[in-house]
């Protein structure tokens, strides 16, 4: 989800995020979706890996890879747009990236996240809202993520990269995961994406910068403890116990893993 290239970079945009926790919203203003109810089987499990950064040049970096639980799929986090020309805006994701120059980004994928910011300096989309669009030399905020405490705290995820903007201005900020721009007049990276949140990366300075990369997603799910759950040995998850269920928080999971209840 991160970009570098000659020229201010744009913010990227968080992965997409969908919940069916009551009282608790989805991505992209969306309330949360109907429970979810499995039976004792097999399910597929993926957790998408962060967009990776552009290595100099021109153009964007790529999107975040999709996250799937069972029946339910997350769009991996878009791109952010590159500032050396020609112009490339921001790519469309579960959140989009923003755009920094030239011309409007492409909006969030319904109900998993919101729209990276406008020209100039568009910081990326987040779960909870759209990136901020750039001031004068001020580069754009990230969107804000989504707020759960399916585990038991409170924790926001899926926060949009900040973006840089003009060779005068400081990099604009990012909450949920999301990784802070770096000032247009520096040759520094921006802040990469946190990995287990699905945020997106900061714009990288001016010059021939490379771009950090997206954060990682996460997959949680809550479960009554009467029941066992097992995982392929691809996965990484770690788990608690949260009043009568059992949370699981799986942070590694290949397209091949699965989980199995019984």
């Not at 969030?108 to 750039?134: C, D, I, L, R, Y």
């Not at 990995?195 to 997603?217: L, Q, R």
């Not at 995982?231 to 290949?254: E, H």
């Amino acid at each position: 989800r991160g970009n570098g290239s000659i020229g201010a970079n744009a913010g990227s945009g968080a992965g997409g995020y969908r919940a069916n926790v009551v009282g608790e919203p989805s991505g992209g203003g969306a309330a949360a979706e109907n429970l979810l109810v499995l039976t004792k089987s097999t399910y597929p499990l993926t957790v998408g890996l962060g967009g990776i950064g552009k290595t100099g040049g021109i153009g964007n970096g790529t999107n975040g890879g999709d996250s799937i639980f069972t029946f339910v799929t997350c769009i991996g986090g878009g791109a952010g747009g590159a500032g050396a020309q020609p112009y490339q805006l921001g790519l469309a994701g579960g959140s989009s990236g923003g755009s920094i120059w030239s011309g409007t980004g492409p909006g969030g994928t319904a109900n998993q996240g919101f729209s990276g910011g406008a020209v100039p300096g568009g910081g990326g989309g987040g779960a909870g809202g759209a990136g901020a669009q750039g001031v004068g030399s001020q580069g754009g905020n990230g969107g804000v993520g989504v707020t759960s405490s399916i585990t038991g705290s409170a924790v926001e995820r899926a926060g949009g990269g900040g973006s840089s903007n003009n060779d005068a201005g400081t990099g604009g900020t990012a909450t949920g995961g999301g990784g802070n721009a770096s000032a247009g007049s520096t040759t520094a990276a921006g802040n990469p994406g946190v990995d287990g949140t699905g945020g997106g990366a900061g714009g990288s300075g001016y010059s021939n910068v490379d771009g950090e990369n997206g954060g990682s997603g996460v997959v949680i799910f809550s479960i009554p403890s009467t029941f066992t759950v097992s995982f392929s040995a691809g996965v990484t998850q770690t788990s608690s116990v949260v009043g009568d269920n059992r949370v699981y928080t799986v942070t590694v999971a290949g397209s091949a893993d699965t989980l199995t209840i019984s």
